[in-house]
């Protein structure tokens, strides 16, 4: 079942602009993963935030988590051409290693 | 970073055939792998998990005799659609979990079937 519902379902924004992203869901969890989709390819992990923590950065990304409103958003900074693609949410399901995506936000960056 | 292989990459067939997907872990053993279907402009949905040496775990709604998995070893397992139709057209992802970093699954490239 999808869990996780995403906003925008679909952005579109001038290169250099920032791009936020974000993501709710419903059940408990004991993380939050972002995943990056190029059309017709598979997932690249992006980053992983656990329950425990509120904010994480990676180079131009950082992701909160808001587990009391159980949402989380993913800025990317000085967006580029290149991050134009599809990212999604995902949660644990317990400890089972099943993965729950949300809808996906298509991002599009125009130069 | 860890490596998953799927092959074919892209396949079409016709309606009534059998259709095998293979998804590998390049450089790392996998005991649990999981397959994911997903439409034209719509997310992950995962069909099945696949676990080594034991049958698979369907989620509900997924047809486990059309939906054949077999996880034979520690870096293969494979989706087999039986008697494929027009409706099971889509890109067929599967990852794969490396017990040295459980909390992270690293995906396939897709395959990508179109059932004539």
């Known amino acids: 079942s999808q869990q996780g519902e995403e906003d925008p379902q679909a952005l579109s924004i001038q290169e250099g602009e920032n791009a936020t992203m974000n993501c709710s869901y419903k059940t408990s969890i004991n993380n939050l993963q972002w995943y990056r989709q190029n059309s017709g390819r598979g997932l690249v992990h992006l980053i992983l935030?656990?329950?425990?923590?509120r904010e994480k950065h990676s180079g131009r990304l950082r992701v909160t988590l808001d587990t009391s409103k159980k949402s989380s958003s993913l800025l990317i900074t000085a967006s580029r051409a290149a991050d134009t693609a599809s990212y999604f949410c995902a949660t644990d399901e317990g400890n089972t290693g099943k993965l729950i995506f949300g809808q996906g936000t298509t991002l599009q960056v125009k130069p | 970073g860890a490596v998953v292989s799927q092959h074919p990459s892209r396949v079409i067939c016709k309606s009534g055939t059998s259709v095998k997907i293979e998804c590998r872990s390049l450089d790392f053993q996998a005991t649990t792998m999981f397959w994911y279907r997903q439409f034209p402009k719509q997310s992950l949905m995962l069909m099945a998990t696949?676990?080594?040496?034991?049958?698979?775990?369907?989620e509900q709604g997924v047809e486990k005799d059309k939906f054949l998995i077999n996880h034979a070893s520690l870096t293969l397992s494979t989706l087999t659609v039986t008697s494929a139709h027009p409706e099971d057209s889509s890109f067929y992802i599967c990852s794969a979990l490396d017990l040295r970093r459980p909390e992270t699954q690293y995906f396939g490239p897709g395959t990508r079937l179109l059932v004539l």
């Open positions: 935030i656990r329950s425990n923590e």
């Open positions: 696949s676990n080594e040496g034991s049958k698979a775990t369907y």
